[in-house]
T-cell receptor
Framework: GDSVTQMEGPVTLSEEAFLTINCTYT??????LFWYVQYPGEGLQLLLK?????DKGSNKGFEATYRKETTSFHLEKGSVQVSDSAVYFC????????????FGQGTILTVHP | DARVTQTPRHKVTEMGQEVTMRCQPI?????VFWYRQTMMQGLELLAY????????DSGMPKDRFSAEMPDATLATLKIQPSEPRDSAVYFC?????????FGPGTRLLVL
């Protein structure tokens, strides 16, 4: 079945540091890929998405590129802020199950001033 | 700004009691999902509906959990009887195509 694997966390960075959170997936067909973010005490929010190979999703300074050849969708940000501290989830939709998502285990990011 | 709403936001109950959680999906969304989040298991899909019909509830303990959509504006998740191991945050999400929009969750503590 489909699966998503995220890099081990937690990740701790200083403000203005470069962020990479790795995500790889296993799926048949042509899935859509997503990054969701969960701030403390809140539900998950869509951060960005990409629906086909080589697409780049971007939002709030975050970017991720759909790489079919490496089955990856790594999340990057050039300069993190304290307010980016949250849990980040990579997910895929196989586009055949009415929007059902397969989530990674989540990566906790803490940014210090 | 349309949002998924969930009630109650917090619930403390005793083992054996019935718990009902409610979700109002975003108007016009035709797919509704129920998730459970714990530190140990992470995010688990319990059940989901499309156009109010249940598509998959294989993630739910069948003997105690039930999920319904009495109408397009309300989804419910019931636990009867509740057990301490049910303590978790329960999220509802709704969607139209492939993007899901999550509610703020119900934090359940079963003593």
């Amino acid at each position: 079945g489909d699966s998503v694997t995220q890099m081990e966390g937690p990740v701790t960075l200083s403000e203005e540091a470069f962020l990479t959170i790795n995500c790889t997936y296993t799926a048949t067909g042509y899935p859509s890929l997503f990054w969701y973010v969960q701030y403390p005490g809140e539900g998950l929010q869509l951060l960005l998405k990409a629906t086909k190979a080589d697409d780049k999703g971007s939002n709030k300074g975050f970017e991720a590129t759909y790489r079919k050849e490496t089955t990856s969708f790594h999340l990057e940000k050039g300069s993190v802020q304290v307010s980016d501290s949250a849990v980040y989830f990579c997910a895929l939709s196989d586009n055949t199950s009415y929007g059902k998502l397969t989530f990674g285990q989540g990566t906790i990011l803490t940014v210090h001033p | 700004d349309a949002r998924v709403t969930q009630t109650p936001r917090h619930k403390v109950t005793e083992m054996g009691q019935e718990v009902t959680m409610r979700c109002q999906p975003i108007l016009g969304h035709n797919t509704v999902f129920w998730y459970r989040q714990t530190m140990m298991q992470g995010l688990e899909l319990l059940a989901y509906f499309r156009n109010r019909a249940p598509l998959d509830d294989s993630g739910m303990p069948k003997d105690r959990f039930s999920a319904e959509m009495p109408d397009a504006t309300l989804a419910t998740l019931k636990i009867q009887p509740s057990e301490p191991r049910d303590s978790a945050v329960y999220f509802c999400a709704s969607g139209l195509v492939e993007t899901q929009y999550f509610g703020p969750g119900t934090r359940l503590l079963v003593l």
